[in-house]
Every structure is written in C-alpha cells, then in structure tokens.
C-alpha cells in the first residue's frame, strides 16, 4: 500500500513539475502583458464647450417670421 502511495506521489510531483516546466516554456515565447495591479479613477470634473447664441430682431417682420417657425 505504501508503494502505492509513493508511486501516485510521484506521478503527481512529476505533473506539477511538468506542468511548471510547460507554462515557463509557453511564457518564454508568448509572454503574456504586464498588467498594472494599480487602480486609477478619475475624479475631474468633465469640462465642455457650448456656444451662447442670440437672435437679434432686425424689424417687426423678421420677428414675426421667426415666432412662427419657432411653433
């Protein structure tokens, strides 16, 4: 039973190992991105552009046309 044991022990440190030897392989042609562990939330106040328009009614006519185009 105890050879049992050690055998299956064995095969299992032999699959960790492997498997170790694999991925440093794999990394070694493929390295994988460097991820940053950090965080960085942006907290600014979102600053935006408008324009301040004005009409400026020229004679009773002009302002009567725009009032309706405004309905």
Known sequence: MIVLFIIGL???L????G???AIGVFDMFFP???KS???FIDNSV???KHEHKNIHIIDEQTKE???N???
């Open 19 to 21: 498997y170790k030897i």
């Open 46 to 48: 979102h600053h935006h």
């Open 10 to 12: 064995g095969f299992w």
């Open 32 to 34: 994988s991105e460097n």
């Open 65 to 67: 046309n725009i009032l």
């Open 37 to 39: 562990t950090y965080t």
């Open 69 to 71: 185009n405004l309905n």
């Open 14 to 17: 032999f699959g960790y190992v």
